[in-house]
């Protein structure tokens, strides 16, 4: 069954560092997303990408952050200095054609 | 703009009792909603969408849920709990199927033998 996956499982960066989280969505989907977790709070999103354009972004996802989709298969989440408060769950999904979101595994990112 | 209230964050049942898990939704449009399953160190997996087709929508591992227009309510039932049921679950909505979900805080299940 296809899955969206996700890489690194953990990354540890030092406050101010660049940290890139990458996401391999389903192979035929056209619709992507990025959401973080904060430890113990709610799924909260950040952005979404159609045809190679942000279609929606969340006032969270302000000018530190930036996503990309390089080539046909990847989708990359880049915070270009990281704070504190950015230590969170990053969770990437994609969704086809029936309306259904399908989420990764996450990345958990910790800035020290 | 769209919102999700789940009553409850923990919810404790015993094996083989019903499991109810309450979701109101606010939206200016005809939602689409969904409930998602989070075990733990793993990401979300969908138990099941309501997309404006049948208002009682059967998901995956027994689950489903009744979509009440009069309440805004979206309640995920199970008549009978199992061990394997112990995750946190999460109510979302949307305007539209590839818009972005807005979540629920979450409903943290226990099952107790």
């Known amino acids: 069954e296809p899955e969206v996956t996700q890489t690194p499982s953990h990354q540890v960066t030092q406050m101010g560092q660049e940290v890139i989280l990458r996401c391999v969505p389903i192979?035929?989907?056209?619709?992507f997303y990025w959401y973080r977790q904060i430890l113990g709070q709610k799924v909260e999103f950040l952005v979404s990408f159609y045809n190679n354009e942000i279609s929606e972004k969340s006032e969270i996802f302000d000018d530190q952050f930036s996503v990309e989709r390089p080539d046909g298969s990847n989708f990359t989440l880049k915070i270009r200095s990281t704070k504190l408060e950015d230590s969170a769950m990053y969770f990437c999904?994609?969704?086809?054609?029936?309306?259904?979101?399908?989420f990764g595994p996450g990345t958990r990112l910790t800035v020290l | 703009a769209q919102s999700v209230t789940q009553l409850g964050s923990h919810v404790s049942v015993s094996e083989g009792a019903l499991v109810l898990l309450r979701c109101n939704y606010s939206s200016s449009v005809p939602p689409y909603l969904f409930w998602y399953v989070q075990y733990p160190n793993q990401g979300l997996q969908l138990l099941l969408k309501?997309?404006?087709?049948?208002?009682l929508v059967k998901g995956i591992n027994g689950f489903e849920a009744e979509f009440k227009k009069s309440e805004t309510s979206f309640h995920l039932t199970k008549p009978s709990a199992h061990m394997s049921d112990a995750a946190e679950y999460f109510c979302a909505v949307s305007d539209r199927g590839y818009n972005k979900l807005i979540f629920g805080a979450g409903t943290r299940l226990a099952v107790h033998p």
């Open positions: 192979s035929n989907h056209l619709y």
């Open positions: 309501y997309t404006s087709a049948a208002t």
């Open positions: 999904a994609s969704n086809g054609q029936h309306n259904e979101q399908f």
